[in-house]
């Protein structure tokens, strides 16, 4: 099936709203490129990450970032900033849409409630669609202290209610997450999967890690993403120290936010283990470095804590290093099982610094053994690539908008 937005009268045109900077969100990247594929037009309201220019065109996407990024922690700084992207993004959109009429409203959780930015649109009978990227329950069950959590539990299931019920359709990122959505918000009609799966135009195998001049023997492990607890970094830091003193020649790269809280407690941490030449932090990169970026490196991790939270989320991480053939040591969690078979990754139960040690001890010395994981991960994540959840996601703008087909 195909869809031609240009074969109609008046092209079509979609608004993007996402809490995040485009820059470096690969899914809502994928997104645009696909309407762009079918002649649709896209803006993307997002906010300003590192001094960005308040407005700009990438690849033809229009992209007005509202708001400067606040880069503290905390829950009440979180809740705060959403507050007042919500209200910028809410007068934002009205001011786009009567310059721009929208065909659709596209917007990116978290939190649930920006849905509400697209209330004017609503009102003149445009479609909007809500993409929960991540359970805001299950999400601050894990970041709120038991008591303060069940004290604001009712507000946020309601809240999603209210979200989901606003959307004329939700997506979802993985079978775990719809399944949560339909037991308390959403018909299982109104609800998509759409999982985040690497762009296989944009990140290609490659098996040159195979072939490194004989006298290089340094290993260099990558992680890159966001930057916080829960996904277990300060494991692997503790982890480089036990490898380091029988594989001396080990490095272990990070890209995020540099400048975040839990970036400064692994540099800490790192100092406290006298191993800081070998735990490098670095800025991120943008979406479209990372396919370059990934074939610098022999070994992936995906590290993430076993929290009721982290076992419904597939990591984008993950996707993209198994479709450039990087080698992954990797939580074994539900949503990750039911991607890779135990012979495509290293899977280790709990992430602790003595089995990420043992695990990378398992591979560094063999480069045969790497090999077969790169090739086995790559093979099962070809099933999963973004060009069949492009066609899910275009089956779902077809019914909403007026496509020729």
């Not at 604001?152 to 979200?163: D, H, Q, R, V, Y």
């Not at 975040?260 to 800081?276: Q, T």
Request: charged share 25%; net charge positive.
């Amino acid at each position: 099936m195909s869809y031609n937005s240009s074969n109609t009268a008046t092209p079509k045109r979609v608004l993007m709203i996402a809490q995040s900077t485009y820059d470096y969100d690969a899914r809502i990247i994928r997104y645009c490129k696909a309407l762009k594929e079918i002649g649709v037009q896209v803006d993307v309201i997002c906010y300003n990450y590192n001094k960005q220019k308040i407005f700009e065109v990438l690849d033809g996407v229009n992209v007005y970032r509202i708001i400067d990024f606040n880069n503290k922690d905390s829950i009440f700084n979180y809740i705060l900033f959403s507050l007042r992207f919500l209200i910028k993004a809410l007068f934002k959109t009205i001011a786009l849409h009567r310059r721009n009429n929208y065909s659709l409203i596209h917007v990116h959780n978290m939190p649930d409630y920006l849905v509400f930015a697209a209330i004017y649109p609503k009102l003149k009978k445009v479609p909007v669609i809500l993409d929960i990227h991540d359970l805001t329950v299950e999400l601050f069950k894990e970041k709120w202290f038991e008591k303060k959590f069940r004290l604001f539990k009712p507000l946020l299931i309601l809240t999603e209610k209210l979200s989901c019920s606003f959307a004329d359709h939700v997506i979802s990122v993985t079978k775990e997450c719809i399944d949560i959505l339909i037991s308390r918000s959403v018909k299982k009609e109104k609800i998509t999967l759409i999982m985040n799966a690497p762009d296989d135009s944009l990140f290609t195998y490659d098996d040159s890690r195979f072939r490194k001049n004989g006298s290089d023997k340094t290993i260099r492990i990558l992680y890159h993403g966001t930057l916080a607890k829960r996904f277990g970094l300060h494991h692997t830091v503790e982890a480089i120290k036990i490898v380091s003193g029988i594989y001396p020649e080990i490095e272990f790269h990070i890209y995020g936010n540099k400048d975040s809280e839990y970036a400064g407690e692994l540099r800490d941490l790192a100092e406290r283990l006298k191993i800081s030449d070998k735990i490098i932090i670095n800025q991120s990169v943008p979406h479209d470095r990372v396919n370059e970026l990934i074939k610098k490196y022999d070994v992936g991790i995906v590290t993430y804590e076993p929290t009721e939270y982290m076992h419904l989320a597939f990591p984008t991480k993950a996707g993209e290093y198994a479709l450039t053939g990087l080698p992954m040591i990797i939580t074994e969690l539900k949503a990750i099982k039911s991607v890779f078979n135990n012979n495509s990754v290293i899977y280790i139960n709990y992430p602790d610094s003595k089995k990420i040690a043992a695990s990378l001890l398992e591979i560094v010395y063999d480069k045969n053994k790497r090999k077969i994981f790169s090739e086995n991960c790559y093979a099962d994540i070809r099933n999963f690539s973004w060009s069949n959840m492009k066609r899910s996601y275009l089956s779902i703008i077809s019914k909403h908008l007026n496509f020729n087909q």
